[in-house]
């Protein structure tokens, strides 16, 4: 993938590979908008675990409940099937927490345990 940004594309069938390179700009945005995106037999990489994607990656599905359904997947959908899917960011401190306090119906907030840095 060597552009920023994307149209709305209606299908991405990877039987190759599909790579994210990060940009060595912590700050550099890049966007990818699909409809339906089928991994087959195939390997879509933003990051590994061993080089962590560390630009910013927006990955947007577009569709609606008329749209057509994969069969299995359904629609709007990064799908894999018999291929291998590799997303790996820049580790948080911590990676995981719980919450402190029980989120109600229709809060917009929530408590945690712990500060957290994402």
Do not use: C
Not at 27 to 43: C, L
Not at 78 to 102: C, Y
Not at 107 to 116: C, F, G, N, P, S
């Amino acid at each position: 993938m060597d552009v920023d940004s994307t149209p709305i594309l209606k299908a991405v069938i990877v039987e190759g590979a599909l790579i994210f390179p990060p940009s060595s700009d912590p700050n550099h945005k890049r966007s990818f908008d699909a409809r339906y995106i089928m991994v087959k037999g195939g390997y879509f990489e933003a990051g590994t675990e061993e080089f962590p994607y560390t630009s910013k990656l927006t990955i947007t599905m577009h569709s609606n409940v008329s749209d057509p359904y994969l069969p299995i997947y359904g629609n709007k959908v990064l799908a894999i099937r018999f291929g291998q899917l590799e997303m790996h960011g820049i580790k948080s401190n911590p990676e995981w927490t719980s919450m402190d306090v029980t989120a109600e119906k229709g809060a917009t907030t929530i408590t945690l345990k712990e500060k957290v840095d994402w």
